[in-house]
């Protein structure tokens, strides 16, 4: 891929040269050399993106965001700003591991800001995590999941939730 089909910002740094067309890298953010990225995915400030990578088509990461080691983000992901996603389950310093645990995004899904994803899960199809959410499991295609640890609220492909998170009035007549 020639690097007239992506754009880096001046500021950003990539060292990958398998970054799709369209895609681009804004200031400030560091992409690893083995890192792979697909087409038209947008990688907003601050943003850390390590070796061993995978990152599908269409994918928005959102500013604050490190995504480690074992990470696949499918097409269509949203990934909020300052999410966190964790490798190792016992980590150490100075002690690595070998081989990371896979964490897979699967198409779709949607996770909020400051949310917290922890190592070898799996957030399914179509899913949403709130903001702040803690997720210690995997998360199956559909569920909203949010707090601490997050729990299934609803299901993003139906119209029955748990009761609302805020109570929001819309009146378009202020009468």
Same mark, same amino acid.
């Given at each position: 891929?020639?690097?007239?089909?992506?754009?880096?910002?001046?500021?950003?740094?990539?060292?990958?040269?398998?970054?799709?067309? @369209?895609?681009? =890298?804004? *200031?400030? !953010?560091?992409? &690893? +050399?083995?890192?792979? #990225? /697909?087409?038209?995915?947008?990688?907003?400030?601050?943003?850390?993106?390590?070796?061993?990578?995978?990152?599908?088509?269409?994918?928005?990461?959102?500013?604050?965001?490190?995504?480690?080691?074992?990470?696949?983000?499918?097409?269509?992901?949203?990934?909020?700003?300052?999410?966190?996603?964790?490798?190792?389950?016992?980590?150490?310093?100075?002690?690595?591991?070998?081989?990371?645990?896979?964490?897979?995004?699967?198409? @779709?899904?949607? =996770?909020? *800001?400051? !949310?917290?994803? &922890? +190592?070898?899960?799996? #957030? /399914?199809?179509?899913?949403?995590?709130?903001?702040?959410?803690?997720?210690?499991?995997?998360?199956?295609?559909?569920?909203?999941?949010?707090?601490?640890?997050?729990?299934?609220?609803?299901?993003?492909?139906?119209?029955?939730?748990?009761?609302?998170?805020?109570?929001?009035?819309?009146?378009?007549?202020?009468?």
């Amino acid at each position: 891929m020639s690097k007239q089909d992506y754009f880096v910002h001046a500021s950003g740094i990539c060292e990958s040269a398998n970054i799709g067309r @369209g895609t681009t =890298i804004w *200031a400030f !953010a560091h992409v &690893l +050399p083995d890192a792979v #990225i /697909g087409e038209d995915c947008n990688i907003c400030d601050g943003v850390f993106i390590e070796n061993k990578v995978t990152i599908g088509n269409r994918v928005t990461i959102k500013c604050g965001v490190q995504v480690w080691d074992g990470i696949v983000l499918e097409d269509d992901v949203f990934i909020g700003p300052n999410a966190t996603f964790t490798n190792d389950i016992f980590p150490r310093s100075k002690l690595h591991l070998g081989e990371y645990p896979e964490t897979r995004v699967c198409k @779709g899904a949607s =996770i909020g *800001a400051n !949310a917290t994803i &922890l +190592p070898g899960l799996t #957030i /399914g199809r179509n899913a949403m995590v709130g903001a702040g959410a803690v997720v210690t499991r995997s998360v199956p295609p559909n569920a909203i999941v949010v707090g601490n640890p997050g729990r299934i609220s609803g299901y993003a492909d139906t119209r029955q939730t748990a009761a609302p998170l805020f109570d929001i009035k819309h009146d378009d007549n202020p009468e």
